[in-house]
Nanobody, 120 residues
Framework: QVRLVESGGGLVQPGGSLRLSCAAS????????VVWYSQAPGKERELVATITSTGSTDYADSVKGRFTISRDDDNFSVYLQMNSLQPDDTAVYYCHGQGRDVDYLLFDSWGQGTQVTVSS
């Protein structure tokens, strides 16, 4: 089963930026829709941003104008550029994606999450 691997999290000051990456753990044929979620301590997991196989995007109201989701199909990766970060953005960020593995079998996978902490 294909796994997704997130990276790019860390500690950043308010107003700072981070770029998260989501990549497949092994060679795949393609990604379909990929979604970034966030989960703050004591809260439910929330949708942050979505990108479809055709590149259409959608965002939670709380991140519109600050976050940008993008994809690199040549490298089977999806990114989340996060600007103007605020303490309320502190959370573990997860990616979830569907696609076709090397045998063209459909996969539906989550990553393990990457911690984003916004604090001065």
């Amino acid at each position: 089963q294909v796994r997704l691997v997130e990276s790019g999290g860390g500690l950043v000051q308010p107003g700072g930026s981070l770029r998260l990456s989501c990549a497949a753990s092994e060679t795949i044929r393609r990604f379909y829709t990929v979604v970034w979620y966030s989960q703050a301590p004591g809260k439910e997991r929330e949708l942050v941003a979505t990108i479809t196989s055709t590149g259409s995007t959608d965002y939670a109201d709380s991140v519109k104008g600050r976050f940008t989701i993008s994809r690199d199909d040549d490298n089977f990766s999806v990114y989340l550029q996060m600007n103007s970060l605020q303490p309320d953005d502190t959370a573990v960020y997860y990616c979830h994606g569907q696609g076709r593995d090397v045998d063209y079998l459909l996969f539906d996978s989550w990553g393990q999450g990457t911690q984003v902490t916004v604090s001065s």
